[in-house]
């Protein structure tokens, strides 16, 4: 039997069920999801219920059942933001990669979700790609930025 490809992870932690966030979010880092074979093996090794586990999964933003794009594109709408633009900078976005917000494109290269606030609302409008913010973005920057972001 092979071993678990998150094994790694558990190792860091004690095996307990305060455990539970910090384990998932290495999860999310590693696979940009959370695959349920995974959620199974964390409840089974931290002795937490799997319905506790996927309470936390389901209950926190930053987690996602559903994998994410290797480019994942956040766009904020907060108000900053929305006052300048940031729905035609997603209307944008969306035709240009051709999803909807909350989609991941079928070869996992692309994922696109609004967002309601990332803090930077001095740079509004603001997309962020993974953890690299884009401030000022306007409908005619767009291909610019996915142009950095192609294979």
Do not use: W
Request: charged share 25%; proline share 6%; hydrophobic share 40%.
């Amino acid at each position: 039997m092979s071993e678990s490809p998150i094994m790694d992870i558990l190792a860091k932690y004690p095996p307990e069920p305060e455990a539970v966030i910090s384990v998932l979010q290495d999860i999310q880092e590693k696979f940009r999801y959370l695959p349920r074979d995974v959620l199974t093996e964390v409840s089974r090794e931290l002795n937490v219920p799997l319905s506790r586990v996927l309470s936390l999964a389901t209950f926190y933003k930053a987690f996602s059942l559903k994998p994410k794009g290797r480019n994942a594109f956040h766009v904020c709408l907060g108000t900053a933001c929305h006052v300048r633009g940031a729905q035609l900078v997603l209307e944008k976005l969306e035709r240009e990669l051709g999803l909807a917000s909350g989609e991941t494109s079928a070869d996992l290269n692309y994922s696109l979700d609004a967002v309601r606030c990332v803090g930077c609302c001095g740079l509004a409008p603001v997309v962020m790609v993974g953890e690299e913010v884009h401030g000022k973005i306007t409908q005619t920057k767009v291909p610019g930025l996915l142009k950095k972001y192609q294979k």
